[in-house]
């Protein structure tokens, strides 16, 4: 044929009757950071094909960075010839019939597309408590199933989450999950950017299955060195201990349960014999409290490395960027992929006071010494509230002059009395028009969005609570947000 050499030949219709990943594994295998000229894939379809299984082969060639000029078709079939035609028309197509042998079905295929989710089916988020869910932006979590009661396994072919991977089968929407889906009219969801922070296992999971436990994330307890205005006692020790001291009756409370149940990485080494035993974890994305502090952790990047494990491991860690992140620095070139992501919701003397505890020249130097190591990503979210979404002008300036690999602008919605969903009237005005004044509308269009389409409020909570804080931290909010301060009680 052409005298190509045939790195692999693929059926159309026998994907239609095996597992769903069976597309992507082999295209993993076949791929090259370079191909030679005469090298080729070549697909074969005498048959009618659904159009699901053509938009998976793009997507799989597409997610494996293979360009379709690597690519000849033997076809009969003139829609299949269009189809791939028509995304690049240097595809070689060929009307010869290619001998396939028979391959027995062995599955009915589900092939991966844009409404599911692969959390559902790789792993599961652990909460500061122990109890988890399918990712961090569910809402809500498993009560019944902890990390300090149940085994990985119990957890992942539960009924909660086989409950969910039916939903996403039958194109419905789990009701966990129906915030974070509603953020894609805002721009990306965590089901949208999965099939990118889960490049390595998103192709190999077969979706008509129940899935194998690949990926583990989570808040590995509540251990913080911060006291971060937008934050609570269930994910900072230091706001734990702050409230035992300062806080309501009922705060004392929770505070005191947070810091029993939520020190739970304190004695956790159950969790990481039995994270080491599934070593096919491969995607890993742990939060805080600050995860830095943890002598575990840093323990298990460790292992990972040490048993040559690392070199498959997608790593990806949100920090608050006042701990070096070295053990990272030293290692992530030993990593398939590390992701280093800083919360930064503000520049300078807010960011000090917005979290309480940090030192703004400290924080900005580790950041700048970890974009300068040469194998790691590192990107900024921003957690957009009423204390930092004026300034959000000032802050992105500051964030083109780094040199990161993403930033992200994401909307708080807890606590209520913090977000931008629910503000004081004379707020909205003065604060689009703020917004209005950055060159680049695009990156702030979605929280003018959601600031037009707010409800109002009086804001006598969001008072009581700041003036709470500026009572017992000695901080003053009028002085270190003025422009805030004077259009919040106009």
Known sequence: MHNFNILASISIEDLEKSPSSTLYRILSTTKKQEFNSNERILFTCYNKVKQETLDYISWCLNHNDIPMFFVVL????????????????????????????????????????????????????????????????????????????????????????????????????????????????????RRSIAQHKMKNIVGVIDYESEGNLMYMGGHLGNLCNLKCRICNSSFSSSIAAEDIKHGTESQKIKALANNKENRWSKNSQNFWDELKDHSDVCNIEFLGGEPLLLKEYINYIEWLVDNNLSNNVMLELTTNGTVLPDVIANHANKFLHVGVTFSIDNIGKR????????????????????????????????????????????????????????????????????????????????????????????????????????????????????????????????????????????
Not at 93 to 102: E, H, L, R, S
Not at 111 to 133: E, R
């Open 74 to 189: 033997s076809t009969n079939q003139d829609n299949v010839r269009d189809f791939f035609t028509d995304i690049d028309n240097s595809v070689t197509v060929n009307t010869d019939i290619v001998p396939v042998p028979a391959v027995k079905k062995t599955a009915d295929p589900l092939f991966y597309n844009s409404h599911l989710c692969p959390h559902a089916w790789a792993g599961f988020h652990v909460w500061p408590d122990g109890n988890t869910s399918p990712c961090c932006d569910y809402d809500g979590s498993f009560k019944n199933l902890n990390i300090k009661d149940n085994t990985f396994e119990e957890i992942l072919y539960s009924d909660d989450m086989a409950e969910i991977r039916d939903q996403f089968r039958n194109n419905k929407v789990p009701a966990g999950c129906a915030g974070c889906i509603k953020k894609e009219q805002y721009g990306l969801s």
């Open 351 to 490: 960011f000090e006071f917005e979290r309480s505890g940090a030192n703004w020249d400290s924080v900005e130097k580790n950041i700048k010494y970890m974009i300068d190591q040469p194998s790691c990503q590192v990107g900024i979210n921003t957690t957009v509230n009423i204390q930092n979404v004026y300034y959000i002008p000032e802050l992105l300036d500051w964030v083109e002059s780094l040199n990161l690999s993403y930033h992200s602008l994401n909307v708080l919605d807890d606590p209520y009395f913090m977000s931008i969903h629910s503000v004081v009237p004379s707020f909205i005005e003065p604060t689009i028009t703020k917004l209005k004044t950055y060159k680049d509308q695009s990156k702030v269009q979605h929280i003018i969005d959601c600031l037009e389409q707010s409800t109002t409020t009086s804001g006598d909570e969001l008072f009581a609570y700041m003036d709470h804080k500026d009572n017992i931290r000695r901080q003053d909010f009028t002085k270190s947000h003025p422009e805030v301060s004077a259009i919040l009680k106009k």
